[in-house]
């Protein structure tokens, strides 16, 4: 804890230190000097300068104001990640979220119809459709390399293989016997794996359908809007099922974080890795 109130102390007096005000302060300070042909104003320029960083990175105004640009460099940087994980998608996909962003404006725009008692419930709506947005992209960007890596993976040439080297053991030296075992094994753990990616690529298609299936009814219903409460928590629920399934995608990946192309070890180590699943190297 006290580590980081020493990282944010600094990060506020880097931040005070960097502010472009405080850059135009000492250019004119260093611009007059040179017109006067005097050291004096430098002199002063740095002791107010020592003044101005031991008092403006406390004040709490000062803070606020740091945090929020961290926030928006944040939400700027969160903003690119997703844009990149959507120009990475087929056109189907996109026109698929297309689809998905039109009924989320409609819904927008049926909540400004709401009175100003319910006002709160539109901010709520606002915030959870965006996040609800954002997660479809991810998804989305997922079950594409999910995909990509089931049709270019062939477990009935991986399983072939691995049953010729298991029936030609017995008849191979010892040393051979070993580092064939080792093969069996990496070939039974790339099988075992395309098992799990596809599950998890059924998993995360139904998701899809689901953002898609309630955020419809949402729409349906937010026509009438007779308990925008009821569809703040139709809402909740969504998010939490998404929750939970970005966070088995996670799993999924991080597992597969070594790839099953590992070359063995034979010197009796563990395969080491060569790159990862989604996103790089495929193949049979």
């Not at 472009?20 to 430098?42: D, E, H």
């Not at 099988?191 to 599950?199: C, M, Y």
């Amino acid at each position: 804890m006290a580590d980081d109130k020493d990282d944010s102390a600094i990060g506020y007096v880097k931040a005070a230190f960097h502010w472009q005000y405080n850059w135009i302060s000492l250019a004119g300070a260093a611009g007059f000097a040179l017109v006067s042909g005097s050291g004096l104003p430098l002199l002063l320029a740095a002791g107010l300068e020592l003044i101005y960083l031991s008092t403006i990175p406390r004040n709490p105004q000062f803070q606020r104001l740091v945090r929020s640009w961290k926030y928006a460099e944040q939400k700027r940087q969160q903003a690119r990640g997703l844009n990149d994980l959507f120009q990475e998608l087929p056109p189907e996909m996109r026109s698929r979220y297309a689809r998905l962003d039109a009924v989320c404006r409609a819904i927008r725009e049926n909540y400004k119809r709401l009175t100003t008692t319910s006002q709160m419930f539109a901010e709520q709506m606002e915030s959870k459709l965006d996040g609800l947005s954002q997660s479809y992209v991810r998804l989305l960007n997922s079950a594409f390399h999910h995909r990509q890596y089931l049709t270019t993976t062939n477990p009935e040439v991986i399983r072939k293989e691995c049953a010729a080297l298991q029936a030609d053991l017995e008849r191979e030296p010892a040393k051979v016997q070993e580092i064939n075992r080792k093969r069996i094994e990496i070939l039974g753990k790339r099988l075992a794996k395309f098992d799990k990616i596809k599950e998890n690529c059924q998993v995360v298609d139904a998701q899809c359908a689901a953002i898609e299936d309630v955020l419809q009814l949402i729409r349906d219903q937010s026509v009438t809007m007779r308990d925008p409460q009821e569809l703040s928590e139709h809402l909740d629920n969504l998010v939490k099922d998404v929750e939970q399934t970005e966070e088995t995608v996670r799993e999924v990946e991080s597992i597969f974080d070594l790839s099953p192309l590992a070359t063995p070890d034979f010197t009796g180590g563990d395969p080491g890795p060569t790159g990862k699943i989604f996103g790089g190297r495929v193949g049979n």
